[in-house]
C-alpha cells in the first residue's frame, strides 16, 4: 500500500542492514537523525553512542540531552592513538585510552602502527604511541615501518604536533623500553611538543601505564574540548554485576592432563609434552595464540634465598595493601629467577659497592649486559652481599609475571584442551643448579591431580591466512615448532587446500626430533607436504634451520613468490635474525633481487601480513 493510500507521509528507505538491526521504523529515525551532519558532529555521535554502548547490556538508561549538546563546532581533528605490540599489552593499553577519550565524546582513530598511514604524521595534531620493545631494544615486527620512516631522513617537521609515548618493556634486558624512548626523542627533534611525559612500564604494567593513561586523556581532553559541545548526560536507572570471565587478572584453575617428556633418554634438554583442560571456562583460542602461565617458583630457590640473606620466612610483610609471611611472596609473589636494573641498583646502594655501580653507568654498559644474562637474582646476592631486610626485599623485587607459551594445539582437533611444549630450564652456574620459574612449575604438575591458573593471550599478528588454498612455510626449530604443530592441525580439520612446509631444527635427530611420530603421520595424510630438517650435533659441521632454507632456496622463493604465507617461530636473539639473513640472500639471488631490493620485497611481505614472526 502507497504513502498515499495510508495517508501518511513518505519514509526515508533504510538500507537493509539498519533495518535489520533497529527495525524499520527507528532505521529510518537514524538516517533522519545523521542526515547533513559533518564529519566532526559524527564523531561526536559516534564517541556518545560509544558512552551508551559500554553500560552493561542489561542496564536500561535514561538520557537528557539539552538541545545545545549536539556541537555547532566540534573539532575536526581527532586524537590519533598509534600501538606497536608483540604480545599484545600495547594494544589493551591504546585501546583503553580510545575508550577513555570516546567516552567522553571526543574522536579518536587507533591503528596498528603497520595500519598507520605515515604520510599523515604531517598532519596530526595530538598524538599517543604505545609500543613494546623486543629483545635488546628491537620494535615489535608491526612497527618496523613505522619506526623506520619516523627516525629516517624522510620523516616531516612537526612542529604543529602535541604527542605523548608509553613505554613497554622488560628491565631484565639492557635496554629496557628503547624504542618508546628513542621515538620520544626523535618526535621532540622533529619539533613536536610533549602533550604529557614519556612512561617507562616494565613486565608488570598496571600501575605507571593506569597514570600515564589517566593523565594522557586529561591533556587530551583539555586540547580537544574548547571546540567540542558539552557531553550528554547518560544516568543509569539499574545496574547489572558483570558476566565473570577468565582472564589474566582471574585465571582459570585448569587441571593438568597430560605431562609428558617428549626427548629421549640423554637428551641434553627436558621438553615437556603438557595438554591442560579448559573445560567448564569459556575460553577459546585460535592458532598462534598463547596460553599465559601463573608459575610458583621453585621451593629450593625460595629456601636459598631465606639462608643466604639470613631470614625468617613465616616473617609477615605488607606490601600493596596485603600481609603476606615472606616465604609465601617469595614463592608465589615476586619474581627471583629475572635480574633487573632496578633491583640491581637498589643491590648496589644497599652493598655499597663500587664494581656493581659502575656497571650501571653508560661506560658499563656491556659489563652490565653481560650480569643480566648470566645472574639470577641469587648469584648476584651470593657475589655481592647486602644486608636486606625482609620488608626491603619484599618492596625491591619485581612482581611476578605470567609466562606466555605457543598452544600446540588446535581446539578443532582436541576440544576443550590446549596443549603446550615447555622446554624446562635446568643448568648448573656458579657451582649451583638453576631452575626456571614456569618451566620447572609445569614440568613438576601430575596429570589428574595438580591444577595450572591460566589464561588465554590472543596473538592476532600470527594468524593463519584465511584463505585455506594459500601454502604456508613454517620455520620453528625446537619449542618454536610448538604453534605450527597447532597450523597443521588445524588446517587438516578445516579441509584447507594450500600446501605446507615445515622447518624443524634441533640438536640430535635420535632424542630431540619433537613430535617424530605426529609429523610422519601427517606426511602420510598430504596434511603437511614438506619437512626439511637441521639436527646441529649429529655431524662435525653443525646445521641450522637456515641452512636448509638455503638449500632449498629456489623452491622458497617460487613458494613466496607465489603467494605463500611464511611463518617463523622461537628465538629472537641469534635463530630469527639468521633465518632473516638467509631469506635475504635466498630472495637476492633467486628473484635476481639487490640485496636493499630484497629486503624491501621481505619488507612488503611483512606489511601484506605474508611474513609473521612470534619471537622471543
Not at 83 to 88: D, R, S, V
Not at 172 to 181: I, L, N, Q, T
Not at 195 to 206: G, I, N, S
Not at 360 to 388: K, N, T, Y
Request: aromatic share 8%; with cysteine; net charge neutral.
Amino acid at each position: 500500500m502507497s504513502p498515499s493510500q495510508t495517508g501518511g507521509a513518505p519514509r526515508t528507505a533504510a538500507p537493509p542492514f539498519v533495518t535489520t538491526l533497529l527495525g524499520e521504523d527507528k532505521g529510518a529515525l537514524l538516517l533522519k537523525l545523521v542526515d547533513g551532519l559533518d564529519t566532526a558532529a559524527l564523531h561526536w555521535l559516534s564517541g556518545y553512542a560509544a558512552g551508551l554502548a559500554s553500560r552493561p547490556a542489561s542496564a536500561p538508561v535514561s538520557v537528557a540531552v539539552p538541545v545545545s549538546a549536539m556541537p555547532a563546532a566540534a573539532p575536526t581533528v581527532p586524537l590519533t592513538i598509534v600501538y606497536g605490540t608483540q604480545t599484545g599489552n600495547s594494544k589493551l593499553l591504546a585501546e583503553r585510552l580510545k575508550q577513555q577519550v570516546e567516552s567522553s565524546g571526543l574522536p579518536t582513530r587507533l591503528f596498528r602502527a603497520s595500519d598507520y598511514p605515515v604520510r599523515e604524521l604531517a598532519k596530526e595534531k595530538l598524538l599517543c604511541v604505545v609500543i613494546s620493545t623486543q629483545g635488546d631494544g628491537d620494535p615489535p615486527d608491526d612497527s618496523r615501518g613505522f619506526c623506520e620512516h619516523v627516525l629516517g631522513k624522510r620523516a616531516p617537521k612537526l612542529e604543529g604536533l602535541r604527542f605523548a609515548v608509553l613505554g613497554l618493556g622488560d628491565s631484565s634486558y639492557p635496554k629496557f623500553c628503547e624504542v618508546g624512548r628513542v621515538l620520544d626523542a626523535r618526535l621532540a627533534e622533529l619539533g613536536a611538543s610533549r602533550l604529557v611525559e614519556r612512561a617507562d612500564c616494565d613486565v608488570d604494567f598496571e600501575p605507571i601505564a593506569k597514570g600515564w593513561l589517566d593523565q594522557a586523556f586529561a591533556r587530551a581532553r583539555e586540547a580537544l574540548e574548547p571546540h567540542a559541545a558539552p557531553i550528554a548526560a547518560v544516568v543509569p536507572l539499574r545496574g547489572a554485576a558483570p558476566v565473570a570471565t577468565f582472564s589474566k587478572e582471574a585465571p582459570f584453575a585448569s587441571e593438568v592432563l597430560v605431562n609428558q617428556r617428549i626427548t629421549g633418554r640423554g637428551a641434553l634438554k627436558d621438553v615437556r609434552h603438557v595438554e591442560l583442560s579448559l573445560e567448564g571456562s569459556g575460553l577459546e583460542y585460535a592458532p598462534g595464540d598463547a596460553l599465559g602461565v601463573w608459575p610458583h617458583n621453585p621451593p629450593e630457590l625460595v629456601d636459598a634465598f631465606l639462608s643466604e640473606l639470613k631470614l625468617d620466612g613465616g616473617t609477615e610483610v605488607k606490601r600493596d595493601g596485603r600481609s603476606l609471611p615472606l616465604s609465601k611472596w617469595l614463592g608465589e609473589e615476586l619474581e627471583l629467577t629475572k635480574l633487573n636494573r632496578p633491583f640491581l641498583e637498589r643491590h648496589a646502594a644497599l652493598a655499597n659497592n663500587a664494581e656493581l655501580k659502575r656497571l650501571l653507568e653508560p661506560s658499563g654498559a656491556e659489563g652490565f649486559r653481560a650480569l643480566l644474562a648470566s645472574h639470577q637474582v641469587i648469584d648476584l646476592l651470593r657475589a655481592h652481599p647486602a644486608p636486606w631486610g625482609a620488608t626491603e626485599l619484599v618492596a625491591a623485587l619485581r612482581r611476578l609475571a605470567p609466562r606466555l607459551y605457543s598452544i600446540a594445539s588446535s581446539s578443532k582437533r582436541v576440544g576443550s584442551e590446549a596443549h603446550l611444549t615447555v622446554s624446562v630450564v635446568d643448568y648448573t652456574a656458579f657451582g649451583t643448579r638453576h631452575l626456571g620459574a614456569a618451566s620447572s612449575y609445569l614440568a613438576s604438575r601430575a596429570a589428574g591431580t595438580d591444577k595450572v591458573r591460566v589464561f588465554i593471550e590472543p596473538n592476532e599478528r600470527f594468524r593463519l591466512p584465511d584463505d585455506g588454498d594459500k601454502d604456508v612455510l613454517m620455520i620453528g626449530p625446537g619449542t618454536g615448532v610448538a604453534p605450527f604443530r597447532a597450523f597443521v592441525q588445524e588446517r587438516a580439520e578445516v579441509g584447507a587446500r594450500g600446501r605446507n612446509w615445515l622447518f624443524f631444527g634441533e640438536q640430535h635427530f635420535r632424542t630431540q626430533f619433537l613430535y617424530q611420530v605426529e609429523w610422519q603421520e601427517a606426511l602420510k595424510k598430504k596434511t603437511l607436504h614438506r619437512l626439511s630438517l637441521a639436527f646441529s650435533r649429529d655431524r662435525a659441521q653443525k646445521v641450522y634451520v637456515q641452512h636448509r632454507l638455503h638449500e632449498a632456496g629456489r623452491d622458497v622463493y617460487e613458494w613466496l613468490d607465489g603467494g605463500a604465507y611464511l611463518y617463523v617461530c622461537g628465538d629472537a636473539q641469534r635463530m630469527a635474525p639468521d633465518v632473516h639473513a638467509a631469506l635475504v640472500d635466498i630472495v637476492s639471488t633467486h628473484g635476481g633481487k639487490s640485496r636493499e631490493d630484497a629486503e624491501a620485497w621481505l619488507q612488503g611481505l611483512r606489511e601484506e601480513r605474508r611474513y609473521l614472526r612470534d619471537v622471543y
